[in-house]
């Protein structure tokens, strides 16, 4: 018999062990004669009683030998492999790389440079969406929606631009979603409401009270952008428009969680129909340095769950869904269970295609404006660029050498593209997700074991 390594183990104070199995999302907790007998399995020198056997083989722990293992491992990633086919593609438009705001973290000052906070012409948008139609009939019967990103779309330069774009929604009959820093909104709600029926929501970021946010997203004069946020979620959730609120996070911000929830609950937002959160961890996937407090997660999350004990209304509030690994392992301890990561994100998955104003096509919204990343054009004809596109789409934790042996493949989905591309120089060198184990452990010895 073969024990899988598949296992990601967190030791307890009692000798016992939590382990996740990485393959099957099984959970357990092993006791100290159960960890005796394991020991032995793979040197054959004893075993496993025959009902402990069968368990062990029921959760996948165990099998008769390597390559079953490997079988298990190939069968399941090509299952979820086809269950993607059918996942969401959003179509989205980037109008122009300008952005009002300064936010220290931000991924795109590249976009910065002299000469590129033009706003893509009004007579861009046909050929946009003679692209957008063309990759919507190739795709077959996958669910597509019309998107607006920046830079910040909402700017009063745009304002016409962002009217053909919502036109154009209803006569594609394709649902719109918006990601806006939200300073804006007021000099569009006129237009929102008069395509209310095809605004599917408004993602807008609010890091935290008014002292906390207005330090990590002010504008370029330094000037504060709380106070024209909340009013802007204010007004949205007022005409019925749904917010998806997004709470970028960091080891210094964490414990402002409970301020902001209370004033989430002072404004009626926690209850309102029209609202959903979730906390983003802060990324550095280029390794640049320039990120402040970027990673990593398991400290991060150690973090959160102590303000979560001390605060069970902030996690009713923000949860876990923006830590994808420990989310996974989460919904593994429920009956509905997970499904694992088989590549890295909707990148590789088809799910993107972002219009730059400059004409071209990317995969990923951290790659727009970097032209030697696109993957297609739409000016002045659509034009995909296979080799690029392939980078991307035909990536997964099979065509991963290094994956196909990890433990945390599952986890991690080979990693993020960009990151290798930009660390490595190669899309299929993969760059690891920061303490993934580590963070696992954390959750499974505070929440799989207390919880």
């Not at 979560?308 to 009956?335: H, I, K, M, R």
Request: glycine content about 8%; hydrophobic content about 35%; proline content about 5%.
């Amino acid at each position: 018999m073969y024990l899988t390594k598949r296992i990601i183990r967190s030791k307890l104070s009692n000798g016992e062990e939590v382990w996740f199995n990485t393959l099957t999302g099984a959970v357990d907790r092993i006791g100290e004669a159960e960890l005796a007998v394991t020991e032995h399995i793979n040197a054959m020198d004893g075993g496993p009683s025959d009902g402990l056997r069968e368990q062990m083989v029921r959760r996948g722990y165990l099998y008769a030998d390597r390559e079953s293992e490997q079988v298990a491992f190939r069968k399941l990633v090509k299952a979820n492999m086809e269950a993607t086919r059918f996942r969401p593609v959003n179509l989205v438009v980037c109008p122009t790389y300008a952005c009002n705001l300064r936010c220290v973290y931000c991924f795109e000052r590249h976009t910065r440079w002299p000469g590129r906070q033009t706003v893509m012409q009004e007579e861009a948008v046909e050929y946009l969406l003679t692209a957008f139609r063309q990759i919507m009939a190739d795709g077959g019967s996958r669910p597509y929606s019309l998107g607006l990103f920046g830079g910040e779309p909402l700017l009063p330069s745009t304002h016409s631009f962002v009217t053909r774009i919502l036109e154009a929604s209803g006569r594609e009959a394709l649902p719109v979603n918006i990601v806006t820093n939200g300073v804006h909104v007021a000099d569009f709600l006129e237009l929102f409401q008069k395509y209310y029926t095809r605004l599917n929501s408004v993602q807008i970021t609010l890091d935290g009270p008014r002292d906390v946010h207005d330090c990590r997203r002010p504008g370029p004069d330094g000037a504060g952008s709380y106070e024209a946020i909340v009013t802007s979620i204010d007004l949205l959730l007022e005409a019925g428009i749904h917010v998806f609120l997004r709470i970028n996070v960091d080891i210094s911000t964490v414990s402002q969680l409970p301020r902001l929830a209370e004033i989430m609950k002072q404004r009626d937002w926690i209850d309102a129909p029209g609202l959903s959160c979730s906390l983003a961890p802060i990324q550095d996937h280029t390794g640049s340095g320039i990120i402040p407090n970027a990673g990593p997660n398991d400290r991060l999350l150690d973090a959160l769950l102590d303000v979560y004990d001390q605060s069970p209304e902030s996690e009713n509030t923000f949860g876990l869904q923006g830590f994808p690994v420990v989310a996974q392992v989460s919904a593994c301890l429920t009956d509905q269970g997970a499904t694992p990561r088989v590549s890295h994100c909707e990148a590789n998955q088809g799910g993107f295609w972002l219009a730059g104003p400059e004409g071209l096509l990317y995969a990923c919204p951290e790659t727009i404006g970097q032209p030697e990343l696109a993957i297609g054009r739409f000016l002045p004809e659509f034009e995909v660029f296979d080799d690029q596109r392939k980078l991307w789409v035909e990536r997964d934790i099979l065509s991963l050498d290094k994956c196909r042996i990890c433990k945390f493949a599952t986890l991690c989905g080979g990693g993020c593209t960009y990151a290798s591309i930009v660390r490595r120089g190669d899309a299929h060198y993969p760059v690891c997700e920061e303490n993934i184990e580590e963070s696992v452990k954390v959750f499974l010895s505070r929440r799989a074991v207390h919880g």
